[in-house]
């Protein structure tokens, strides 16, 4: 079935550093959709940024991904941590066809931010 | 906009007692999600219904039954809770079509004793 690798653990990093969360894929499907969703503390996932076009740049918020299928790659960057960034990241898969669109989702990384 | 409601936030239950989740939404979305989270295993899907009476089984529903009994709701039984289980379950919604956004509850966190 489908899976999703992401960078393990808890990230620690100084507000103001560049950030970037490692995300990779398997999946026997050509057409794939990659999400990056956010879950700050106390509250639930909600979704960051999306895209399902190879080698095109997606935005939102400041972060910033692009989707590589041949590398199956989908890693989530900022040019510079705020401390509301401080939260879980989780990178997701569906298949394009699927009914329902079902998310595979990656094991989370936390991000820390310290000023 | 809409809102996902789960009820209870909190269940306090006993080892081999059958415990139910209950989850509406107002999205007017067609398919509906039982995720559970648990730290360092990220966000497993349990079940899913892409319309009313609908139900797929997702990679961890062994040990769990749902239900969509109408397009506004969704729940889940553990048929047998397991001693010292602890998890958050997430209940989602999203209209059908390819990548479209998921929404989740806030959870219903599950503490078995």
């Known amino acids: 079935g489908d899976s999703v690798t992401q960078t393990e653990g808890l990230v620690t990093l100084t507000e103001g550093l560049p950030v970037m969360l490692n995300c990779t894929y398997q999946t026997i499907y050509s057409n794939p959709f990659l999400f990056w969703y956010v879950q700050h503390l106390n509250e639930s996932p909600r979704l960051l940024l999306k895209s399902f076009t190879d080698n095109k740049r997606t935005e939102h918020q400041g972060f910033h991904a692009t989707l590589h299928k041949s590398s199956s790659s989908f890693h989530l960057q900022k040019s510079s941590a705020q401390l509301s960034d401080s939260a879980l990241y989780y990178c997701a898969l569906s298949e394009a066809n699927s009914a329902g669109n079902k998310l595979t989702f990656g094991i989370g990384t936390r991000v820390l931010v310290r000023p | 906009g809409g809102i996902i409601t789960q009820t209870p936030k909190f269940l306090i239950g006993q080892e081999g007692q059958k415990l139910t989740l209950k989850c509406q939404q107002n999205?007017?979305?067609?398919?509906m999600y039982w995720y559970r989270q648990d730290s360092g295993k990220g966000l497993r899907l349990i079940y899913y219904?892409?319309?009313?009476?609908?139900?797929q089984k997702g990679d961890l529903s062994e040990g769990y039954d749902a239900s969509r009994e109408k397009k506004s709701s969704f729940s889940l039984t553990v048929t047998s809770a397991q001693k010292n289980e602890m998890a958050v379950f997430l209940c989602a919604s999203s209209s059908t079509g390819r990548g479209t956004e998921v929404f989740f509850g806030k959870g219903t966190r599950l503490t078995v004793v």
């Open positions: 999205f007017n979305h067609d398919t």
């Open positions: 219904s892409i319309t009313e009476n609908d139900l």
